[in-house]
């Protein structure tokens, strides 16, 4: 594995389905919330340092992760957010980081939906951010989630700004209208420029 391309966007942009057009291509996919979920699940150390820090009441009867109780927990507490974020964000990012070295396709797409927030475009020889505006974010989370506006407003207000990641990116695929061809030619362009990108020997940052 040579070659690192960083997928982010905002809410409601569009990421999982430019993530899947990348993997009908070939390209291996690093997902950074699939990792979140392995890193806290059953017998992981992370997992114990929770429920030794927040007490069993962020545990399930199955002893798995009440991930709304955690929330509750750490929503209006910054310093436990610090603690949870300290504890697990190094752990994500090693595995993030051997994913891609354990990759076989000749880049890999690491899918972060907070890449810009957390700080991560150093794993990255390029960022591709898939773009919409808020009111298309606003439109397709509220139909995806059934969730209500202010709810889907909240999350947006907690991320980056569209500004902020438009100022990261090194790619941008533009992902407001419903148009799956002009989407996938957009992808199908972006690989051929990656292949050559990770013909010319880049290699992974370090960790």
Not at 12 to 17: A, F, V
Not at 67 to 95: G, T, Y
């Amino acid at each position: 594995m040579s070659y690192v391309v960083g997928l982010t966007g905002g809410i409601g942009s569009g990421k999982s389905t430019v993530a899947n057009l990348f993997s009908e291509l070939g390209v291996d996919i690093v997902d950074a919330d699939l990792i979140a979920r392995q890193v806290v699940a059953p017998g992981e150390p992370a997992l114990a340092a929770i429920a030794g820090h927040f007490g069993p009441g962020v545990l399930t009867q199955g002893g798995e992760l009440n991930r709304r109780a955690l929330r509750e927990r750490v929503f209006s507490r910054p310093q436990d957010k610090d603690w949870l974020n300290a504890l697990l964000h190094p752990l994500i990012r090693e595995r993030m980081v051997a994913a891609g070295r354990a990759g076989t396709s000749p880049y890999c797409l690491l899918v972060v939906p907070l890449l810009v927030e957390n700080r991560l475009t150093g794993l990255c020889n390029r960022v591709l951010v898939v773009d919409v505006s808020p009111e298309v974010q606003l439109e397709r989370t509220i139909r995806r989630d059934e969730t209500n506006e202010a709810q889907v407003r909240a999350i947006m207000a907690a991320q980056a700004s569209r500004e902020q990641r438009l100022a990261a990116a090194d790619d941008v695929i533009d992902n407001n209208g419903p148009d799956p061809a002009r989407l996938k030619a957009a992808v199908a362009a972006l690989h051929q420029k990656y292949l050559e990108l990770a013909d010319h020997g880049k290699r992974l940052p370090s960790p």
